[in-house]
């Protein structure tokens, strides 16, 4: 069974601090996605990646997708008190998407 | 544009009732799917519908029961709710499986006592 594994758990930063968050898999990625989950909202996607190796930028984010496929990093340019969510990673490869349990971020202004 | 709705958006049981969880989806998605989501374990998928007449499976479907009611509606039922139910459920919907965007609802807040 495939288990997704992101760190950190928890971080809390203040506003404008940069910040990283990892989703690592313990087999390789069918396609990966990020969703961003908001206090008693459903996640919501950010972006879908299905290369090795590709960079993908949404404004302040940037994801990117190990060689290998079994790792991706989410990094938050300048984080503002919006940005403040549950962070989830997927694999998503058929109808069985698997997620992992998510970095919860917290942004102090 | 509404989106995925669920009804209830919070539910207190007694352990051995009954319940089900409705879903909409305004969005003439074909696959349809629910969640639950407890504290340190992500999203978890309970059963998946990949088109209106089908169902199957997902990673924990024991205690649940579904029905596909047409292309817009994916209700779940628990015909005997147990305190390890307690959860937060999602219903979803996406065009296809895979690679396009799975919406979400806002979720369902169920207690069992």
């Known amino acids: 069974t495939q288990l997704l594994e992101q760190s950190p758990q928890f971080l809390s930063i203040q506003e404008g601090e940069n910040l990283t968050v990892y989703c690592n898999s313990s087999?390789?990625?069918?396609?990966l996605q990020w969703y961003r989950q908001e206090p008693g909202e459903g996640p919501v996607l950010l972006v879908t990646v299905v290369t090795g190796g590709e960079v993908k930028k949404l404004k302040r984010l940037t994801f990117q997708f190990g060689d290998a496929r079994k790792d991706s990093s989410l990094h938050i340019t300048a984080a503002q008190t919006g940005d403040t969510g549950l962070y989830l990673c997927?694999?998503?490869?058929?109808?069985?998407?698997?997620f992992g349990a998510g970095t919860r971020l917290f942004v102090k202004a | 544009n509404a989106g995925v709705t669920q009804t209830p958006k919070f539910q207190v049981l007694k352990t051995g009732q009954s319940m089900t969880l409705q879903c909409a989806q305004d969005?003439?998605?074909?696959?349809m799917y629910w969640y639950r989501q407890d504290p340190g374990m992500g999203l978890r998928l309970i059963y998946y519908?990949?088109?209106?007449?089908?169902?199957d499976k997902g990673e924990v479907p024991n205690g649940y029961n579904v029905s596909r009611l047409n292309k817009r509606e994916f209700s779940l039922r628990l015909e005997s709710a147990a305190p390890s139910q307690t959860s937060v459920y999602f219903c979803a919907s996406s065009e296809s499986p895979g690679l396009t965007e799975a919406f979400f609802g806002q979720g369902t807040r169920l207690t069992v006592v």
């Open positions: 997927a694999d998503t490869g058929g109808f069985k998407t698997i």
């Open positions: 087999s390789v990625f069918s396609s």
């Open positions: 519908s990949a088109s209106e007449g089908t169902t």
């Open positions: 969005m003439n998605h074909n696959s």
